[in-house]
């Protein structure tokens, strides 16, 4: 039920328009008004608003899931990071909630009972907490209450300070517990992320059309030159790109100073400020850059780039160059996060790859955080390419941000740019898509399959082979090696089907060898083929013990032989070595059509092993690459 | 298999090669040719070479 009463500052009606309001600042005079029963008080005179780009106004009605509520009252709390909007919200069956403002973020919060809460002081960013164990600490710190608007059910004080820690939930969830000037938690307020038009306030974004951060002119209070401010209403720091001054912007631009005249730019930025870039189908402007490093001394330091880009929908996002390299980097619910050896987020499971300290070397153009030089964050890269998964922890802040790979040439055409106007790449990124990347498996499957079909191809050849003529050669008595009378002509034989001709000689050798200049000749003078075989067998004994070598065997083959009737013909030669008494009388010989060559067989097995051998040795290689960057390499 | 179709094409034309080359008997070096030698020539191989 409301009520209304004359502000005892300035006589305008002021309603209290729910039963649970205490507070109310008067519209008129800003005076400050507490409720006590019947009895109005007026507690002196609150600052006026600073100007920021919230799209939300008083009594504005929305709905979530479901439930009608109105804004009733706006506080504006000075947080380490910057000015937050906080706007008190009333549903119609009496719940109550907030709605905060972050840097174009949104979240909706209810009141719920804190339960079984920790302590402030045990809440550390990064950890779980007792009592919400699915909820992350992902923030620290003490609000301040800069100033009020409208009707608040609490008493709250311009200067008044809490302390508070912003937990992020699975799924979305969000929260921030009250523990007011103490320890204990007082109050709990339990909710998730929402966009205007999840809150049906969606009408507020499309009247105002995203355009009301104009960007303003102003100039460098040190070099007098002309900085350009894209977000006059969020920005909180900027860099000038004429001398490096760090300049502080407090509210919209009322006052700026130079924050750090030391701030020398150390890095040529690859995009000029106020750049757009067409990424994911939305038009970002480049606002500001930063050249970030880790290492143990200035020496050995790594360094890469930063660039804050902003889409008044999407809000912010980074684009990260090292080395040539980039990646698409974009704030993630921490809440969502798994922890152990292994990060899970998003269904994806990342693997550690490096842990550092993280500093902010150089800047330039405009930051929506009191961003420092110097500042230094405890971060830890996971990945799995082509993304990439970011901690950085402070002691009061805990921040998850997910990075995707992206093709230089994609920057540069985001850009309208070309590319080789872009760093060169350099070595392998951490969350560089392998090129290799799942043609491994596949190209050794296949492999097996084509070995399996030149196997069968070898089987199916040797059910084919078949002898075509086969003989004992004696030697004549007496006959002399080399000599015409030595030499065998055999009898015609057909040789059919296809295929080659092997022509094989067994000869009972000791310490003695046997060489024999052989032809296969057609009895119809269509084709003939020359071939030589040699055999030896030696065997001793030296102060190893006993020994051999060789064999009595020899084959020779011959390929193109057409069907049709054959003669061999072998002019055959033969010796001993040392005192070996063994005379040789005679050998076999047998020819056989259609033999397959397991040497060929072989040659064409190594073929076919190439390509996937060579394919799984870049992807080592590649991976190799990868690691060696990290806190990982060699292991 | 979708990413590799050149090591799909490469290794059906090796299977076809080694294929071909087993069924026709090809061989490296010693190759069968028409010749002067015959029925004929192999009595000039009587006396020897």
Known sequence: MSYEVSCPSCGSAVIFAFDASIIRVCSSCRSLLV????RIENVGLVAELVSTPSLLRLGETGSYQGDAFQIVGRVQVEHPAGLWDEWRIAFSDGRLGWLAESLGRRH????????DLPAFSQCRPGERIRGRSAMMVIDVGVATVKTLEGELPQDLRPGETWNYADLAGPKGAFATIDFGDGEAARAMYLGRAATLEQLGLGHLGREAGFAKAAAQALQCPECRGALTLRLPDLS??????????????????QAIEAADKQNKLSFEPA??????????????VVLGAMERSSGPSDYTRYSWREYLLHEPIRGFRWLVEDRGHWTVVDNAHAGDLEMGTKRRFGGQTFRHFVSSEARVDSLVGEFPWAVTRGEITQAA?????????????TATEFNLSLGRYIES??????????APALPRKEGVHAAQPNPYQGRVGPLWLWFLALSAVLVVIFLFSATRSRTVFQTTVRLPPGAVSGSPQAVFISEPFQVTGSGNVRVKVYAPLDNSWLYLDGTLANTKAEAVGDFEMEAGFYRGADQDGAWSEGSG??????????PGEYTLRLAPQWGVVGRSKRVLKDFQVEVRRG????????????????WPAWVTSRSSSFETARWSESDHAGS | MKKSPGYLVFGVLVALVYGVASVAGWEWGNTMGRGPRGAQGLSSYRGGK
Do not use: N
């Open chain 1, 35 to 38: 409720r006590d029963g019947a």
């Open chain 1, 108 to 115: 909706l919060l209810l009141d719920v009972d804190p339960g």
């Open chain 1, 236 to 253: 909180k720091r900027v860099a000038c790109p004429y001398c490096g001054t760090l300049l502080a912007v407090e509210g919209s631009l």
């Open chain 1, 271 to 284: 995009f000029k400020l106020g750049a757009k870039a067409r990424l994911d189908g939305v038009t970002w």
């Open chain 1, 381 to 393: 890269d996971y990945i799995a390419p082509p993304l990439i998964l970011s901690e950085e922890s």
């Open chain 1, 409 to 418: 040439a994609d920057v540069a055409q985001a850009f309208g740019i070309a």
């Open chain 1, 553 to 562: 065997e020899a084959v020779a083959f011959l390929g193109g032989v057409p």
């Open chain 1, 595 to 610: 033999v397959p060559r397991a040497s060929y067989l072989l040659i064409a097995l190594v073929l076919i092993f190439l």
